[in-house]
């Protein structure tokens, strides 16, 4: 049969197209890793908050230490120590005067530079000066990173280490943001039974919850795990039912093919779902359906432990994403060279599973990580992303460069 599929680019594009992204939450900014900003976050406060100094040393009148050098010392009257978290001196520095102030500490009025300890020598009451110094040197002067009201954060960023201390920095209390929805997840198939049974013929252990539960920590996603459903529609209704009263997205797994007990894609028309598309010219994954029931999205992917994993990466964390109203929603892609010979027989877009290297130049180079079959779990082990083998290309040669979707990009 010669289907003509949808283009991983075009699926991606139904998706953004018919997404919401979820309601905004204004919450404390202890809380806000791994949301995303719903709205600019403005600075309340100058950075530095006040002019002060990066080195240890002596605040001078630049002026007064003009010509100063290692042969020609200038002596000025040391006036007082200012240490970081010492309140602005209130004295006012004078000619022939110099403060002795650590690094941090605010700079007293009339002193426009620092000269680093390491030019100075101290004597009792004075102190000795032996390298000149430019208005400004070794100052780190108020608003000299951000200005009130200038943007601190930009709205659709998530929130990470640096977002946070910055918040931190400000004394930003609140900020909007929306949460990562919250996942149902449910595996579908008779053979399913939990990891920790002891199987019988015919049986396999359900994967699928867990590595889905896995990437969606990842992602700071909260996940209602439905469990196990069997392949019969009055069950699979019920725990669909739950999965969208309790969850802002379902992944299901398993049952979106065309063999005879893969009810799902007719089971959730029958419940109303609004089939956006189901399959995709995607290697793996092909049998992917994504529709919207009661306006929450609904993944079924693929029951193979590899299509499963694949098609997360490929589909779902984007829509994660773009439910967040995040900017950065597409997945991060990159450039590599093929290490060896490989061929895409059939039309579809093959994301060929690779260790990435580095060629001598440092330049990346893919290698695949041996069988690529989609059932093999053991093919993602020390896999760093796919390498993207599009499907009017036969054979690409050693050494021709690929797109490369990594599969961690951190973010
Ligand atoms: P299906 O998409 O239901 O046809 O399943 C495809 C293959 O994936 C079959 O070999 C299933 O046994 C297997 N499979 C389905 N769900 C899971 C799961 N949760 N964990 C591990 N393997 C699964
Ligand atoms: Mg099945």
Redesign the pocket.
Known sequence: MNESLLSYREALRLIEDHLTPLPIRRINWRCSIGAALAEDVAAIENLPPFTNTSMDGYAVRSEDVQGASENRPVRLHVAEAIFAGDSPSRQTLQPGWAAKIMTGAPLPQGADAVIMVEYTKTHNDSVDIFSSAQPGENLRPEGEEIRRGDVLLPLGIAVGPVERGLLAQQGIREVSVRQPPRAALL???D??VEPESEIVPGQ??????YTLAAELERLRCPVADLG?GRDDPGALRDLIRRGVEEADLLIA?????A?ER?FLPGLLRDMGMRTIFHKASVKPGK?ILFGLLDERPIFGL????V??IASFHLFVKPSIKLMMGRKDWRNTTMFARMGQLVHNPGSRTHFMRCRLSHMPSGAPIAYPTGKQES?MLTSLLGADGFAVIPGDVDTVEEFTEVEFIPLRDDR
């Not at 797994?253 to 093919?257: E, F, L, P, Y």
């Not at 693929?302 to 432990?305: F, M, Y």
């Open positions: 595996a579908t198939g053979e399913l396999i252990r359900n994967v699928n919850a196990i797994s398993g049952g979106v093919s063999g893969d049998p693929p029951g193979n432990v299509s499963v059932g």
